[in-house]
């Protein structure tokens, strides 16, 4: 029998795998991840959470909102985990989507489990401040829900700190506003009229969080030079708060 949790889990696939009619392929698929490849059960299952539902959807409708989303955006997430919600809810509205994320396992289950056969979703394996990617040179909206994860997104380029945990050890305790900066920022080469939609949290505890935020502020002052917020909020839930930014580059 299923547990509750479980069935709520079973409810946000299903609230995200069509807009019309009940599609129930992907709860298929992801039934028959977990009988291929048991020891992801649990993470999988997290990826489509109620928290994680919640706010990836408040993402998405501003996104609609501000009539960003049509048949000839080109999107890249960064951070895209397994693609869990963010693909479901963007692969029929967008004309392609690439996930990356530095996690290879996570990039070959979205890829091969999850989503086999949506054409227009690209999945790449990589540390987005090691390599300029082609496809960021036509990407119309740069979506990253896992800034937590990594350094603040006015630093992705090149050069500057490399080690992650080296440097947060060293600049822990003190104001994002006083850490160095990037010589080279990547932000200058992409389409002068790209938009982002950033997340993060303040949920510290969680291994894996090396940059939360305690406010809107506070995330604020990670966004790259120049960028214009369009969209803020911020969604509590039991863990803490996350925080969600979206405007254009």
Same mark, same amino acid.
């Given at each position: 029998?299923?547990?509750?949790?479980?069935?709520?889990?079973?409810?946000?696939?299903?609230?995200?795998?069509?807009?019309?009619?009940?599609?129930?392929?992907?709860?298929?698929?992801?039934?028959?991840?977990?009988?291929?490849?048991?020891?992801?059960?649990?993470?999988?299952?997290?990826?489509?959470?109620?928290?994680?539902?919640?706010?990836?959807?408040?993402?998405?409708?501003?996104?609609?909102?501000?009539?960003?989303?049509?048949?000839?955006?080109?999107?890249?997430?960064?951070?895209?985990?397994?693609?869990?919600?963010?693909?479901?809810?963007?692969?029929?509205?967008?004309?392609?989507?690439?996930?990356?994320?530095?996690?290879?396992?996570? %990039?070959?289950?979205?890829?091969?489990?999850?989503?086999?056969?949506?054409?227009?979703?690209?999945?790449?394996?990589?540390?987005?401040?090691?390599?300029?990617?082609?496809?960021?040179?036509?990407?119309? %909206?740069?979506?990253?829900?896992?800034?937590?994860?990594?350094?603040?997104?006015?630093?992705?380029?090149?050069?500057?700190?490399?080690?992650?945990?080296?440097?947060?050890?060293?600049?822990?305790?003190?104001?994002?506003?006083?850490?160095?900066?990037?010589?080279?920022?990547?932000?200058?080469?992409?389409?002068?009229?790209?938009?982002?939609?950033?997340?993060?949290?303040?949920?510290?505890?969680?291994?894996?969080?090396?940059?939360?935020?305690?406010?809107?502020?506070?995330?604020?002052?990670?966004?790259?030079?120049?960028?214009?917020?369009?969209?803020?909020?911020? %969604?509590?839930?039991?863990?803490?708060?996350?925080?969600?930014? %979206?405007?254009?580059?």
């Amino acid at each position: 029998m299923l547990e509750r949790d479980e069935l709520v889990y079973i409810k946000n696939i299903l609230n995200v795998s069509n807009t019309k009619n009940i599609d129930f392929s992907l709860l298929e698929k992801v039934f028959t991840l977990f009988e291929h490849e048991p020891k992801h059960r649990d993470d999988v299952l997290d990826s489509f959470s109620r928290n994680q539902y919640i706010v990836k959807r408040a993402l998405t409708d501003h996104l609609n909102n501000l009539n960003l989303l049509n048949l000839s955006t080109e999107v890249v997430i960064w951070g895209a985990w397994y693609g869990s919600i963010l693909v479901s809810l963007l692969q029929d509205k967008v004309k392609k989507i690439t996930c990356i994320d530095e996690d290879e396992t996570v %990039i070959t289950l979205g890829n091969n489990r999850l989503f086999p056969t949506f054409d227009n979703v690209e999945w790449i394996t990589g540390d987005i401040f090691k390599d300029y990617k082609e496809c960021y040179n036509t990407a119309d %909206i740069f979506i990253n829900t896992s800034c937590e994860h990594m350094l603040p997104m006015k630093w992705w380029g090149p050069e500057g700190p490399r080690s992650r945990h080296g440097f947060f050890k060293e600049w822990d305790g003190k104001k994002h506003a006083d850490w160095p900066v990037y010589k080279k920022a990547w932000w200058d080469r992409v389409k002068p009229t790209a938009h982002f939609a950033f997340t993060s949290n303040n949920m510290h505890d969680i291994p894996g969080h090396i940059n939360c935020v305690n406010s809107i502020k506070e995330f604020k002052e990670q966004l790259p030079p120049g960028a214009k917020v369009l969209r803020e909020g911020d %969604i509590e839930d039991e863990r803490g708060t996350r925080y969600i930014l %979206i405007g254009k580059l």
